[in-house]
């Protein structure tokens, strides 16, 4: 993107894509290829720069929009301060002060990322599960016993889905809980192996 500094101030944006008229001169859109910096300078266009050091995972954290400038005769985009998602649930409330209740009488309830991540947690420990519910169901139609390492494995699934849950509830903050998920190298440079502080699901192979 490019912009147009008139009097120290950005008077308008370009995309690059077509020519453009600056006072009684047309320009041809290969000024924004085929010229120099230096020669779309002369004539008052300057690429804009984003500064992207406020700008967070979205995943985690509500961005700004950007705000453009103008520093040392450079068309400058940035973001404010990124503001952190909802980290635990809240009841939402009426202008009055009074519960928000929906169609059923019930409290509104927003849900914060605990309650979203833990939630992810829970379909994908069922959808694991769902893999080997035919033992269950086959030994309850006809008796055949499961096999001890199924039984394990679900076990062990149904373990680790609360270790996670739990670790999330712990999450002090949006960067603890973003921390969980973030994969690290606990190998070597060599032999890398990556991992999460969340952990992963066990595999009924492993």
Do not use: C
Request: no cysteine; glycine share 8%.
């Amino acid at each position: 993107m490019f912009a147009l500094i008139e009097n120290q101030q950005i008077t308008k944006f370009y995309s690059g894509n077509k020519g453009v008229t600056l006072g009684d001169i047309q320009y041809p859109r290969s000024i924004f290829t085929l010229w120099s910096e230096a020669e779309r300078n002369a004539i008052g266009i300057f690429e804009v720069t984003v500064d992207t050091t406020n700008k967070k995972d979205e995943q985690w954290y509500i961005n700004t929009n950007i705000s453009y400038g103008v520093e040392s005769n450079k068309a400058v985009g940035s973001y404010g301060a990124a503001t952190p998602k909802l980290l635990e649930d809240r009841n939402e409330t009426n202008e009055d002060g009074s519960p928000m209740l929906d169609a059923d009488g019930n409290q509104v309830v927003t849900k914060g990322l605990k309650s979203q991540k833990k939630d992810i947690i829970k379909q994908q420990a069922a959808g694991i599960l769902a893999d080997t519910d035919w033992y269950i169901t086959r030994k309850a139609d006809a008796g055949t016993a499961v096999p001890s390492a199924v039984t394990t494995h679900r076990a062990a699934v149904r373990t680790k889905s609360g270790e996670m849950e739990t670790a999330i509830d712990n999450a002090s903050d949006v960067d603890a809980l973003a921390a969980l998920y973030e994969y690290v190298n606990t190998g070597t440079e060599e032999n890398p192996v990556m991992e999460r502080p969340l952990g992963e699901f066990p595999r009924l192979d492993s």
